[in-house]
């Protein structure tokens, strides 16, 4: 079954790295939509899922604040949707481990949504990393703070 699931990881990695790759390649490295990120100083997943996105061809502003909840609150992100960093792009809010592909497809489409957010910390998402990757949602949500499936991730689905 590891062996499974390694095949699969890779796979999945290969599919969302068309698109990716496409929009990387069409912005230039570091030449497409700014995304400004508020993270702790000490996490190192967050900084990883920057990576991600400045390979996907974002231009990225991280910083490094003591309180990221200020950020949560001032974007009004719903609280069960909190992860461990927070960031905005083109007015939307990204929380957590979203994959670049799903920022692309949020930024094609402009969705009337407040953003989108992967709770918690999944193991498989971007910057988490792992032998053994989870299935995880990406969860829309909206102003009123009603919530729907943006994309569905992991061995079941990728």
Request: one cysteine or more.
């Amino acid at each position: 079954m590891n062996e499974r699931r390694k095949f699969i990881t890779h796979l999945s990695a290969l599919l969302v790295s068309g698109p990716v790759a496409a929009f990387a390649e069409q912005a230039g490295a570091g030449k497409g939509p700014l995304v400004r990120v508020w993270k702790s100083p000490t996490c190192g997943c967050c900084s990883k899922w920057v990576d991600h996105m400045i390979a996907a061809g974002f231009e990225v502003e991280a910083e490094n604040v003591s309180d990221v909840g200020v950020y949560k609150q001032r974007y009004g992100l719903p609280v069960k949707l909190a992860s461990c960093h927070t960031a905005v792009v083109e007015g939307y809010v990204v929380e957590g481990h979203v994959p670049p592909a799903d920022v692309i497809r949020l930024l094609k489409e402009k969705p009337p949504i407040g953003g989108i957010a992967v709770p918690g910390m999944p193991m498989g998402s971007p910057g988490m990393e792992s032998p053994n990757p989870e299935n995880y949602q990406t969860i829309a949500f909206d102003k009123d703070q009603r919530l729907s499936v943006f994309a569905e991730h992991g061995p079941d689905f990728d």
